[in-house]
């Protein structure tokens, strides 16, 4: 076996069990023990850190050092950690863009077969009525490849109108908010930043064209993209003065709302929606009191909902 392929056995076979003897290895490997100890050496050299036991009873063990070395995984080991990358990418557990990278560098090099079991497991797995759509994650790896590659990206977009159209882009940040993920990229054709949703998008071949990503911190980039996509979008508008702590009210709602600080009891919260109806039954979820300030369409809401909670307690209400 080539020096190179056997570090390669070598390193797989260390990370299988916790313990192995010279013995053991050298008979794994079909070599002596001396070109054991020779290719673990080789292996220190390349930072992987292996402690050595010495005596009868001693041997090798792989131990946890001061950086992540690269790891050897089988198929079945690849195909689970692929999967299990994807599941975490749809939960709101805030590494889901961590999850896409390395789900993006993985899908990389997997070989086709391997490839062809991940996306059968996704394809074989149900959703449940009513619950949110699963990400289309070959899409989102893709664009997260570009990302991280400093690759332009081409795709086919579908706008809120049903409109199809080409996109030609430097992407730049994704963006997860509520159920949905939107990438943040400069438009090359409107030489301007745009926001696209991916789940309406459709990756075109890889350019291999790459570009100097201009410079936006991940927090400009969030704020960017909540202020285009929620204020902009806004149909109806209005402010509410809410009875709790500016810190209980921003914990209680799941997206970035403008929420001001009255004092320790309560606080302004300026927010809005494209149905007035929909948000007064969504606030009524805070548990709180609230009174609205600005926004009559809201007011009117607040009204509809309760008398439709009046009629739907009926008799009850007045005993």
């Known amino acids: 076996m080539e020096t190179s392929a056997r570090l390669l056995e070598l390193l797989s076979l260390l990370q299988l069990k916790r313990d192995w003897t010279s013995s053991e290895l050298a008979g794994r490997l079909d070599v002596s023990t001396r070109t054991v100890r020779a290719d673990i050496g080789r292996l220190r050299s390349l930072g992987y850190p292996v ?33 299990g990358l994807g599941a975490v990418a749809t939960q709101k557990l805030g590494v889901e863009e961590t999850s896409l990278t390395a789900l993006a560098k993985l899908e990389q090099v997997l070989p086709s077969r391997l490839r062809r ?10 959703v449940v009525p009513g619950a949110e759509p699963p990400l289309d994650l070959s899409v ?26 080409a996109r030609h882009t430097e992407p730049q940040r994704l963006v997860s908010w509520g159920p949905l993920w939107y990438l943040l990229a400069w438009d090359l054709d409107r030489d301007d930043w745009r926001i696209f949703r991916v ?25 960017y993209v909540v202020g285009r996509v929620s204020k902009a979008a806004w149909k ?16 209680k709602i799941p ?11 309560t606080c302004h919260v300026e927010l809005g929606a494209d149905d007035p109806d929909r948000l007064a039954l969504w606030m009524t ?35």
């Open 51 to 83: 402690d050595a036991r010495p005596g009868v009873a001693g041997g090798y063990r792989l131990a946890a050092g001061t950086a992540m070395p690269p790891l050897l995984l089988d198929d079945d080991e690849a195909v689970a950690v692929a999967v």
């Open 117 to 126: 079991r991940v996306e059968a497991v996704r394809e074989a797995t149900s």
């Open 140 to 165: 989102l790896g893709a664009v997260a490849a570009a990302i991280r590659g400093h690759e332009r990206l081409r795709f086919g977009y579908t706008k809120p109108g049903g409109g199809e159209g």
């Open 199 to 223: 789940d309406r998008m459709e990756p075109h071949a890889p350019t291999g064209v790459r570009f100097q990503p201009h410079v936006i911190s991940e927090d400009d980039a969030v704020e």
């Open 236 to 251: 109806y508008r209005a402010r509410v003065l809410v009875h709790a702590s500016a810190a209980k009210v921003a914990a």
């Open 255 to 265: 997206v970035p709302v403008d929420i001001e600080a009255v004092d320790e009891s």
């Open 285 to 319: 979820r805070l548990d709180v009191d609230i009174e609205v300030v600005d926004g009559d369409e809201l007011a009117a809401a607040f009204d509809r909902l309760a008398a439709r909670f009046r009629r739907a307690a009926g008799d009850a209400c007045t005993t």
